[in-house]
Structure formats: structure tokens, C-alpha cells
T-cell receptor, first 115, second 112 residues
Framework: GAGVSQSPSNKVTEKGKDVELRCDPI?????LYWYRQRLGQGLEFLIY????????KSGLPSDRFSAERTGESVSTLTIQRTQQEDSAVYLC?????????????FGPGTRLTVT | GENVEQHPSTLSVQEGDSAVIKCTYS??????FPWYKQELGKRPQLIID?????GEKKDQRIAVTLNKTAKHFSLHITETQPEDSAVYFC???????????FGAGTRLFVKA
């Protein structure tokens, strides 16, 4: 079946512009996660959704970052007034069953470059 | 805050040798410990996981051990092959939630 998809695959933007990244999780997966991975670095947790709710937003780096999810499906991560340090690959993942930890299936990521 | 430390950052072994990667975590509420493999330019994929009620789990050439008292868990790869070359990430997930903290990763090189 279809896996997690993300769009765009690559995004180049100028400093100060806003960007919106999209994630389509596996159908039926109730949990959805966003991570940031800088070049050669590990996965930095940003936020997760349980259904359409985000119980823990503590991983968002600043108030320029926001995320939402609708219909327990697609999620968007928005970065306002982008800065060069925002350049990274943004990975989305989804998993099954609320209330029980489970394997996360990752999307291919969106490579964001801020010039 | 929660933290996962992973060592070593780079590991080079000869084909056929064993490789061991170690992680420690800080959140005592963590109860699920997955390991992900990320090949160059690709997405991370789960290779093995362990839950807090188990001390060891094995899947062919890969095994993971967990010491909850010491908050340590380790990945063991035996009979390494060149295709094992990748970055390996450990992670810890806390009870009742989905927040997952990843280690910084170990770049494994298996020399033929």
C-alpha cells in the first residue's frame, strides 16, 4: 500500500519568506510526527499529533514554527520568516494505535534550503 | 529535558566482525526503544525494537539489549556485511505519549 508521502521534495526559499510543508500519512494511522534533520545530524523531534490534536508542542524551535492536522490525515508544517538555520530535511512519520508506542513509518522528507 | 546519548558517532569494522552501538536515556518513563537504519539519502527504517518489559531481543544477525535500571540499551550486529553500512539511530519513547527522542546517530562503515 501507499506509504507516507511529503511535498514538496525540495524547496528553495529566500530568507524571510514563509514556507508550508505537507505530509500525507499512511491511511488509518492516528499518530503523526514531524522531525528536523540537519545535514549529518540526528533527528530532532518537533511535534506530534494524536488524531488532530498536538499534546506536546515543546519541540518546536520558535514561534515561527507551527503545525496543524485536519481530518486525522494530512498535516502541514509552516515556517514563517524563514532563516538560514532553518535549512534542513524535514521528515514526517506516522504510526498506528493511539495510546501504544509503535513503529514509525517515515516519509521521504522535504529538503528546505533558505538562501 | 529528555535526552538520548549515542556512542560511538562513527564505527568502522571489517566485514564479518561484530558492531556494537550503545545508547543511554534520561527519561525514566521511556518504555519503548526502537532502532532505525538510514542509508545515504534515504528515509529512516525500523530494524528492531524492544519494550521495557524485555531485556533482550534478537532478529537474525541483529540483537538489542536493555538495562532499565541503568537506562542503557545497545544494538549488536554480528557477521557484518557491506550492506550494513549506514547511519543507525537509537530512540526512546515515553509512556502514554508519542514524543520520541532520537540519539545523534552512529555512522557504521563495514569494510569488505
Amino acid at each position: 500500500g501507499a506509504g507516507v508521502s511529503q511535498s514538496p521534495s525540495n524547496k528553495v526559499t529566500e530568507k524571510g519568506k514563509d514556507v508550508e510543508l505537507r505530509c500525507d500519512p499512511i491511511s488509518g494511522h492516528t499518530a503523526l510526527y514531524w522531525y528536523r534533520q540537519r545535514l549529518g545530524q540526528g533527528l530532532e523531534f518537533l511535534i506530534y499529533f494524536q488524531g488532530n490534536s498536538a499534546p506536546d508542542k515543546s519541540g518546536l524551535p520558535s514561534d515561527r514554527f507551527s503545525a496543524e492536522r485536519t481530518g486525522e490525515s494530512v498535516s502541514t508544517l509552516t515556517i514563517q520568516r524563514t532563516q538560514q538555520e532553518d535549512s534542513a530535511v524535514y521528515l514526517c512519520a506516522s504510526s498506528t494505535l493511539p495510546g501504544d508506542p509503535y513503529e514509525q513509518y517515515f516519509g521521504p522528507g522535504t529538503r528546505l534550503t533558505v538562501t | 529535558g529528555e535526552n538520548v546519548e549515542q556512542h560511538p558517532s562513527t564505527l568502522s569494522v571489517q566485514e564479518g566482525d561484530s558492531a556494537v552501538i550503545k545508547c543511554t536515556y534520561s527519561d525514566s518513563a521511556s518504555n519503548y526503544f526502537p532502532w532505525y537504519k538510514q542509508e545515504l539519502g534515504k528515509r529512516p527504517q525500523l530494524i528492531i525494537d524492544i519494550r521495557s518489559n524485555v531485556g533482550e531481543k534478537k532478529d537474525q544477525r541483529i540483537a538489542v539489549t536493555l538495562n532499565k535500571t541503568a537506562k542503557h540499551f545497545s544494538l549488536h550486529i554480528t557477521e557484518t556485511q557491506p550492506e550494513d553500512s549506514a547511519v543507525y539511530f537509537c530512540a526512546a519513547q515515553n509512556t502514554g505519549g508519542f514524543k520520541t527522542i532520537f540519539g545523534a546517530g552512529t555512522r557504521l562503515f563495514v569494510k569488505a
